[in-house]
């Protein structure tokens, strides 16, 4: 079957355009192993969905490691000094996941989320006006990073003075589950990560003796009223998770929302002349684009799948970029069609308990960031028609620059 799939998200070519290879695998291998990561792709739809409704069978542990190997000794000795089982989230299953999720949900609520519009929209027009007059620059760079970091910096409650080094560690952290780079790379990474742990452990008791009405504060109160209240250090992990979940994702939509209404014809114009569209036009960048493009699951027993029998202990990539495309579940799967009305069943942010719990912030950040770009920056084009650099990340999709030009 790996015959029959090239998979190799990281070889440039997949970079820059994975789609036709998952188109493939959905005809000829829709659950298919790839050897050289050791892990079964779950490419349909259908089969997507199975695998994110049923957390028994499929277990979230490792749902953000796409290397088969363990951490190098050197890494673990690093990480020791830490809390090398502080809890996260979106790698725990029930019923850790239901004690963490719980507080998240009475703390971060709809409320919390739209309070934050006008100052999304403020730090929005700040950063605009550091470059709309230039008429080029990189957009990712000046406007996608900043926008979400400064907008998590906020919600979560850290300074933001502190955000550019908060930043960097996140990069660490998040680099530990791809295990690559040089012994030494990654030892440093594995020290960014232990310090991003210490930071937030002394923020939470900083909380602790002086309450403050941040989601800080508003986590240690949520979770004091449970039944079994988390400690200090596995509530630690929740901001950590926000911070880097939060904030490389919206990263990568805004990148990517751009790209492809400047690749299709027409599309920026019509956003423009029709507010309407703005949100239809959102679903559909996540659907088509989709930032976080699979995540990975463990099985806990013998189970076939998509006609395939998989071993206890198989690990897998459920695949959301490719069920996103799936054209038996969306008509003309790979077009961008602002007015569809197939897109709610995409799943960008997953689907079950794990479902993404920032959906609602992000959807605001982008409804607010996208036509505000449009607005500031017009007649919208590439700086250069020199290929477009994404990325080199296992699991996810976007750009690490894209220059733009306008007219200023
Ligand atoms: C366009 C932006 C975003 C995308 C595409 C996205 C995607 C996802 C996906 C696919 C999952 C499910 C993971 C799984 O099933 O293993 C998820 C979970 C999660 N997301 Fe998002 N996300 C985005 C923005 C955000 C934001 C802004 C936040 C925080 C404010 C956030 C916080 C989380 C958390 C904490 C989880 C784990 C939930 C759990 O395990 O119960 N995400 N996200």
Request: glycine share 10%.
């Given at each position: 079957m790996s015959d029959v799939v090239a998979f190799d998200p990281l070889s440039p070519a997949q970079r820059a355009d994975p789609f036709p290879v998952y188109a493939a695998a959905r005809r000829d291998a829709p659950v298919f192993y790839a050897p050289a990561f050791d892990l079964w792709v779950v490419a349909r739809h259908a089969d997507v969905l199975t695998v994110l409704k049923d957390d028994e069978t499929y277990s979230?542990?490792?749902?953000?490691?796409?290397?088969?190997r363990e951490p190098l000794p050197e890494v673990r000795a690093v990480l020791a000094a830490g809390w090398?089982?502080?809890?996260i989230i979106v790698d725990s299953d029930p019923p850790l996941h239901g004690r963490i999720r719980r507080p998240i949900t009475k703390a971060f609520t709809p409320r919390r989320v739209a309070e934050l519009a006008p100052r999304i929209e403020a730090i929005a027009r700040e950063l605009l006006d550091g470059?709309?007059?230039?008429?080029?620059?990189d957009v990712v760079e000046r406007f996608a990073w900043p926008l979400p970091l400064r907008v998590m910096g906020e919600l979560i409650g850290?300074?933001?003075?502190?955000l550019p080094w908060l930043h960097e560690r996140s990069r660490d952290w998040l680099s530990l589950f791809g295990a690559t780079g040089t012994v030494e790379e990654q030892v440093a990474a594995a020290e960014g990560t232990v310090a991003l742990q210490r930071y937030f452990v002394a923020a939470l008791e900083a909380r602790a003796a002086e309450p403050r009405d941040d989601l800080m504060g508003a986590l240690l109160a949520a979770t004091a009223d449970e039944a079994e209240p988390l400690t200090t250090v596995e509530l630690a992990g929740v901001p950590l998770d926000l911070l880097v979940a939060g904030h490389v994702t919206v990263t990568r939509a805004i990148g990517s929302a751009l790209v492809l209404l400047l690749r299709t014809p027409g599309a920026l114009d019509e956003l423009r002349g029709d507010p309407g569209l703005v949100a239809g036009a959102i679903e559909e960048i996540l659907r088509l684009e989709?930032?976080?493009?699979g995540l990975f699951r463990e099985t806990t027993r013998d189970v076939e799948l998509g006609g395939v029998r998989l071993p206890r202990g198989a690990r897998l990539m459920v695949h959301f970029g490719s069920a996103n495309r799936d054209e038996s579940e969306f008509a003309d799967a790979e077009l961008y069609d602002?007015?569809?009305?197939?897109?709610?069943?995409?799943v960008a942010f997953g689907?079950?308990?794990?479902?993404?719990?920032?959906a609602p912030l992000a959807r605001l950040e982008l409804s607010i960031a996208l036509p505000l770009l449009l607005e500031r920056l017009?007649?919208?084009?590439?700086?250069?028609?020199?290929p477009l650099a994404y990325d080199p990340i296992f699991f996810a999709r976007g750009l690490s620059s894209l220059r733009l030009a306008w007219d200023a």
């Open positions: 979230s542990r490792n749902a953000l490691r796409s290397s088969p090398p089982d502080m809890p470059f709309a007059g230039d008429g080029e620059a850290v300074p933001q003075e502190d989709s930032p976080a493009q602002p007015r569809r009305d197939d897109v709610g069943r995409h689907k079950g308990i794990h479902f993404c719990i920032g017009p007649n919208l084009r590439r700086a250069d028609d020199g």
